[in-house]
C-alpha cells in the first residue's frame, strides 16, 4: 500500500492528499489509543543501563525534518528561538532535493547545534528495493562525508536497519517507540536508545527513536491547537527516566501568525519549551542525537 500511495501521490491534489490523511488519522487515534501515545512496556530500561548523564531524570532531545526549500530558509528562525530558550537541536537535511546552502550548515554548527541527512530526495523509493538503496546510500554517504557529519534519518521514518547499517553513521533517527500513523508503522518499542549490530565487521551504530508524535501528525492532521499531547507524554517519559525526542518540521512552523492550511502557530512549539524549562529546569539532559549516541556507545562498551 505504501509503494501504491508514493507512485500516485505526485498525481493526487495536496488538498485532497490531506482530507484523506485527516480522515484516515482520527480513525487510527480511536482504534490504536491502548498503545498509543503511550505503549504499555515501552518503559522497560535496556540491560545494564545506569542512568543519564550527572544524573538527569530524562533525556530531552530535539530534531528538525526539513522537507522543502521553504523549510530550509526557516532554519534560522527556529534555531533562534530555541536558543533563546536554552535549547539545542538538529536539523535534517534532503541534500538533493533542493539546495542546500553551505552558509546553513556552518551556520546550524558554529551555534552549536548538529545537521543530519534526511534521505536523498525524499520520493519514497529509498526502500523500494535492496539495489536503490545501495546505489542511493553511496551518495548518501558521500554527503555524510563532505557535511563531516554521522546522523541520518529516512523520509517518512521508513526503514530496514539492516540496510541502513550500510551507511557511515554514528546513529540513525527513523524509528519511533509507537506510531500508528506512519506509512511503515511497525515501532520498535522503546523510549530509549538501542545498538543496532551490522552484518559486517564494523562496529554497531545508535537507534534513537522519536517518542513525541511529529508536529504534521498532531497540528496538521489531527488539528490540534495546544503542545497539551505533547506535554502528557513528555510528563510520561520523565517519570519513566526515558528519552523524549521530538521532530518538528520548519516546512509546517508559521512566524507570522497567518494560519494556512498545512501550517501552525509558532507558539506551539515554543509554548512547550518553556513548559519543559518552567517545569523540569535542572532535570533533563538537553543532548544533541551524536552526543546521546556516543554516551549510549560508551555505556554499552563499559557494561
Known amino acids: 500500500m505504501t509503494r501504491i500511495y508514493y507512485t500516485f501521490k505526485p498525481f493526487i491534489p495536496r488538498w485532497f492528499q490531506l482530507v484523506l490523511r485527516r480522515i484516515h488519522a482520527r480513525r487510527l487515534a480511536k482504534y490504536h489509543k491502548e498503545v498509543w501515545p503511550i505503549l504499555p512496556g515501552s518503559e522497560k530500561k535496556p540491560k545494564n543501563w545506569r542512568g543519564w548523564p550527572e544524573d538527569k531524570e530524562f533525556a530531552f532531545v530535539l530534531t528538525h525534518d526539513v522537507e522543502w526549500r521553504k523549510g530550509h530558509d526557516k532554519c534560522k528562525q527556529l534555531l533562534e528561538i530555541e536558543k533563546k530558550l536554552g535549547f539545542r537541536s538538529s536539523f535534517n ?36 528495493s535492496k539495489r536503490i538503496f545501495s546505489e542511493r546510500a553511496l551518495k548518501i554517504n558521500h554527503y555524510l562525508r563532505e557535511w563531516n557529519i554521522v546522523g541520518f534519518r529516512a523520509p517518512a521514518v521508513q526503514h530496514n536497519l539492516e540496510w541502513i547499517g550500510e551507511l557511515d553513521i554514528e546513529y540513525d533517527l527513523s524509528t519511533f517507540d509507537t506510531d500508528p500513523f506512519m506509512p511503515q508503522p511497525d515501532g520498535i518499542g522503546t523510549i530509549f536508545p538501542l545498538l543496532v549490530e551490522r552484518k559486517s565487521c564494523e562496529p554497531g551504530y545508535v537507534e534513537l527513536p522519536y517518542t513525541l508524535d511529529q508536529d504534521f501528525t498532531l497540528f496538521i492532521l489531527l488539528n490540534e491547537s495546544s503542545p497539551q499531547m505533547w506535554i502528557d507524554k513528555l510528563n510520561w517519559i520523565a517519570k519513566n527516566g526515558g528519552m523524549a525526542l521530538l521532530i518538528v518540521h520548519p516546512d509546517y512552523v508559521n512566524f507570522n501568525n497567518q494560519r494556512k492550511t498545512e501550517e501552525y502557530p509558532v507558539e506551539y512549539y515554543s509554548n512547550f519549551l518553556r513548559y519543559v524549562k518552567e517545569n523540569f529546569e535542572g532535570k533533563y539532559w538537553n543532548a544533541l542525537p551524536r552526543e546521546v549516541a556516543a554516551y549510549y556507545k560508551k555505556m554499552i562498551k563499559v557494561g
Open 93 to 128: 537535511l534532503v541534500p538533493e532535493r533542493y539546495k542546500v546552502d553551505k552558509e546553513l550548515r556552518d551556520f546550524i554548527v558554529n551555534e552549536g547545534f548538529e545537521v543530519g541527512v534526511h534521505g536523498l530526495y525524499h520520493d519514497g523509493k529509498l526502500f523500494r
